[in-house]
């Protein structure tokens, strides 16, 4: 059985990764965002809650996961972090999963990715797109966030493959230090080059 083309979108934090992934959605190319899965599984209700709170007493609540709760029990500590991942990432591949046949008759689709190298998903991509600014661009966005501290950002930053190297590695790069507009129509003449082989 045929399937469609699989798209690993990634890109380091503050890259503009979410606006491209909506620029493929916009251009009709279904997009499986992996954060927003997540949350929604940890949401008010969701399917993940009971196993969270199990592993991490006191990081759940009628809102869903509380995230400075859960952020404090696994911020700093690789096993606690690998023991939420063990809960979070079949739940999120069984999504995908779904998503792929929900979405069988598609020429593409796009997988939007966070940690696509750092966590092996490249692998079962057949492209991989890498969204990509220059540093002073991106750390001025990222210190822009409400919370984000030069501290903060520099733990993410070392736990990504660092963007250089993603680039390398990538089949292609969307470049988000230009304007919207530019972006946009580089991820247009992107989505046609990719429906056509």
Same mark, same amino acid.
């Given at each position: 059985?045929?399937?469609?083309?699989?798209?690993?979108?990634?890109?380091?934090?503050?890259?503009?990764?979410? =606006?491209?992934?909506?620029?493929?959605?916009?251009?009709?190319? #279904?997009?499986?965002?992996? $954060?927003?899965?997540?949350?929604?599984?940890?949401? #008010?209700?969701? %399917?993940?809650?009971?196993? @969270?709170?199990? %592993?991490?007493?006191?990081?759940?609540?009628?809102?869903?996961?509380?995230?400075?709760?859960?952020?404090? &029990?696994?911020?700093?500590?690789?096993?606690?972090?690998?023991?939420?991942?063990?809960?979070?990432? #079949?739940?999120?591949?069984?999504? +995908?999963?779904?998503?792929?046949?929900?979405?069988?008759?598609?020429?593409?689709?796009?997988?939007? @990715?966070?940690?696509?190298?750092?966590?092996?998903?490249?692998?079962?991509? $057949?492209?991989?797109?890498?969204?990509?600014?220059?540093?002073?661009?991106? +750390? %001025? +966005?990222?210190? !822009? /966030? #409400?919370?984000?501290?030069?501290?903060?950002?520099?733990? @993410?930053?070392?736990? &990504? =493959?660092?963007?250089?190297?993603?680039? !390398? /590695?990538?089949?292609?790069?969307?470049?988000?230090?230009?304007?919207?507009?530019?972006?946009?129509?580089?991820?247009?003449?992107?989505?046609?080059?990719?429906?056509?082989?």
């Amino acid at each position: 059985m045929s399937h469609p083309r699989i798209v690993g979108l990634t890109g380091s934090i503050g890259m503009g990764k979410s =606006t491209v992934a909506s620029m493929f959605a916009a251009e009709g190319v #279904p997009v499986f965002d992996a $954060d927003a899965e997540v949350r929604r599984m940890q949401g #008010p209700g969701g %399917a993940l809650l009971p196993a @969270i709170e199990a %592993a991490f007493p006191g990081s759940t609540g009628k809102d869903g996961v509380d995230r400075n709760a859960l952020g404090g &029990q696994v911020f700093a500590d690789p096993e606690a972090l690998a023991r939420l991942e063990a809960i979070v990432h #079949p739940a999120v591949a069984e999504a +995908r999963a779904e998503f792929l046949l929900e979405h069988a008759g598609a020429p593409l689709v796009v997988f939007d @990715i966070p940690l696509l190298f750092e966590k092996g998903g490249h692998a079962a991509v $057949d492209t991989v797109v890498v969204v990509s600014a220059p540093d002073d661009v991106q +750390r %001025a +966005r990222v210190l !822009a /966030r #409400p919370g984000m501290t030069a501290e903060k950002f520099a733990h @993410i930053l070392s736990l &990504q =493959t660092p963007d250089a190297e993603k680039r !390398a /590695r990538a089949d292609h790069v969307v470049d988000t230090g230009t304007s919207l507009a530019e972006t946009r129509q580089a991820v247009r003449e992107l989505v046609a080059k990719l429906r056509a082989g």
